[in-house]
């Protein structure tokens, strides 16, 4: 399908995929691919409509400084008749945006014509996150004297011949206790027989390089029997009659370490420690559609605290964030495990109470309320008291989208202060 057909047969087919997807013809006359067809996920990509871009060549599709490279692979494409992988940056609207393209020969035994399928995914987010990483990983290694990776380089039959200072230091052993020795020292146990195949297939492979870890999460085993993550690249070299395998390894426990640090913060209110209101939409959404499968009620409450304005402006934002964190430690110790507690903005909190009566669900609002009424809070011998407001309401996760939810609840919560604050509202 995809070798002999023109945009307006293959139109309803690749746009149903669902990555950017689109189909060069190499032009013998003009020695330039030219775009058959593409879906409207490519057309995002390219910022471009299909109708702009149709029968037209690679240089009017993509930028000049993206057609150079583009060109290059999509030339090795053909001649090599081979999938390449290389990834690029567009600027999309002011933004840089991050893709990763994958090239496809479609080649036809009895046809001398030649069509490359380009299937593009954008990788911007990654990209971020990697860039923050690389950030702090500077800095890490600024700390530590620019570290070195560790350096490992084993035979055919995988006994190893060098082993730096830095391998040794991050493995355990001084460098006479492995030279000579099987790898194996240094694999857990569990990958071993996987790790001897996959050499194995890496010596019979065309290609020079790879990233281990592309393929899954690589571990390393240190003298004293821990493991650890590590990222590993390993390259062949011909030395005589022999192949040599040299792998570079990095440690990246302090990277996994970044990301757990990164994900944290991303989910996560820097003052009270609570679920930031981004997460909890997202955890959210998973009851509503867990509530929905189950048929299980759950409940929502809005809290606000009543008059927090005045703790800020008598007391200062100092004595308002302690007030913050005593308020969002009730919270925490009135609620079961596994109730979500959100700070939804300044003074306001939000509470998930999964699987639960509107009766129940009161008492806890109940609870709540009485807890922050009768908290006492001394800052340096200045006692500050509070009081909260709390809309309730109870769902059974039909027929109602989360904004929906928050806007009900909002509204109990606006009742519960226009009858006089300290008390807890259901009924709109």
């Known amino acids: 399908m995809f070798f002999h057909s023109d945009h307006l047969t293959l139109i309803s087919s690749i746009e149903a995929i669902g990555a ?17 067809s593409c879906n409207s996920r490519y057309e995002e990509l390219i910022g471009k409509k299909n109708t702009e871009v149709i029968e037209k060549s690679l240089v009017d599709v993509f930028p000049k400084y993206i057609y150079n490279p583009l060109q290059k692979l999509f030339t090795r494409c053909k001649n090599e008749r081979i999938s390449f992988e290389t990834e690029f940056c567009i600027d999309y609207k002011g933004q840089e945006r991050y893709w990763r393209s994958i090239l496809s020969p479609i080649i036809h035994a ?40 560790g350096i490992i380089t084993i035979d055919e039959d995988q006994n190893i011949k060098l082993f730096n200072e830095a391998a040794q230091s991050m493995f355990g052993y001084k460098i006479e206790e492995l030279i000579g020795k099987p790898l194996t020292n240094l694999i857990p146990k569990k990958y071993r027989s996987k790790h001897t195949e996959y050499v194995k297939g890496f010596k019979k492979s065309p290609i020079s390089s790879r990233a281990m870890q592309t393929r899954a999460s690589v571990q390393g085993l240190r003298k004293d029997g821990s493991n650890f993550p590590i990222e590993v690249t390993i390259s062949k070299i011909k030395v005589d009659d022999n192949i040599e395998f040299t792998a570079v390894i990095r440690d990246t426990s302090e990277k996994n370490n970044l990301l757990e640090e990164l994900l944290l913060s991303s989910r996560q209110d820097p003052l009270t420690n609570l679920n930031n209101r981004r997460y909890f939409l997202e955890l959210l959404e998973s009851e509503v559609i867990r509530s929905k499968r189950f048929k299980r009620d759950y409940s ?14 008598k007391f200062g934002h100092l004595c308002g964030d302690k007030a913050l964190i005593a308020f969002s430690n009730i919270l925490i110790e009135n609620v ?25 669900a009161l008492t806890v609002a109940e609870k709540i309320r009485r807890s922050i009424e009768s908290l006492e809070i001394n800052d340096k011998g200045i006692l500050i008291n509070m009081t909260v407001s709390i809309g309730l309401q109870c769902f059974s996760g039909e027929g109602v989208n989360i904004q929906q939810m928050i806007d009900t609840v909002d509204k109990c919560l606006y ?3 226009k009858s006089g604050r300290n008390r807890v509202s259901i009924e709109i």
């Not at 950017?20 to 058959?36: K, N, R, W, Y």
């Not at 079961?336 to 129940?360: Q, T």
């Open 415 to 417: 009742k519960a202060k």
């Open 110 to 149: 009895q046809n001398e014509k030649f069509r490359v399928i380009q299937t593009c995914v954008e990788i911007t987010d990654k990209k971020i996150l990697e860039q923050k990483l690389n950030l702090s990983l500077q800095r890490f290694e600024a700390v530590v004297n620019n570290a070195y990776d």
């Open 300 to 313: 929502l409450l809005m809290l606000d605290i009543d008059y927090f304005k005045l703790i800020n402006d």
């Open 20 to 36: 950017s997807f689109a189909v060069f013809e190499f032009d013998q006359q003009s020695l330039e691919f030219t775009l058959i």
């Open 336 to 360: 079961r495990e596994v109730d979500v507690v959100c700070r939804w903005g300044g003074e306001e909190f939000m509470v998930l109470l999964p699987e639960i009566s509107k009766e129940n």
